[in-house]
């Protein structure tokens, strides 16, 4: 199953994302994470992307492609995906149906998780992580395994935070649409707690024909 994960930056799409891959047997695949890897490593990806991301705008719709295509060529994308951050354009949303419809596959579903925004500056803009070992706890300013003071995204500052979310509006909400369109959209409700999100997120997925591996 392949499937696409919608919804404006901070609405808890990388720890959804997260527990939906373990439930479900599926490859996570953020461009995001992707594109920051390749940031601090200095590579040519990595040096052409870093202004871009930095300023909160978006990386060409092309080189995004190139890099998700690139990663679907991998043993471990071959029994589906979840694509976190990814189509963010309606040419990305072309680009993957291409890229998929190459090796046989297609987009099962995409799920829209829908927050608020105002809830989505505060969640961001508070937003810690520690090198070694991730995300910290909201609220926590170092982390609780070895701790050393969370650091934040240079892309969680609160006037970038905007940019993301005016871009999120201009050029990612319509792509919910087209996915609306071909009756592929399921919008979820990402308010509440973690486990709140995952329960409908999984049972979305389920009603959708995946298949929990536990
Ligand atoms: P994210 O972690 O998904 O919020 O992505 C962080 C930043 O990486 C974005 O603000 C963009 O600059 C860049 N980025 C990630 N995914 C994409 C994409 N699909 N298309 C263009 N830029 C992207």
Known sequence: ???????????????????????????????????????????????EVKDVVEAGRLVPDETVARVVAAR???????????????????????????????????VDIAVQLEVDEEEVVQRLSSRRSCREHGPLTPGDDRCATCGQPGEQRADDREEVIRERLRVYREQTAPVSSLYRDRGALLAIDGSGTLDDVAARVAGGLEARGGEKTD
């Open 72 to 106: 679907l060529d991998e043993d471990d994308a071959a029994a589906g995906v979840l694509f976190d951050g990814f189509p963010r354009t309606p040419a990305q949303v072309g680009a993957l149906d291409r890229i998929l419809a190459e090796r046989g596959r297609r």
């Open 1 to 47: 199953m392949d499937v696409v994960l919608l919804g404006p930056p901070g609405a808890g799409k990388g720890t959804q994302a997260k527990l939906a891959v373990e439930r479900f047997g599926l490859l996570h695949l953020s461009t995001g994470d992707m594109l920051r890897r390749a940031m601090s490593s200095g590579s040519e990806l990595g040096q």
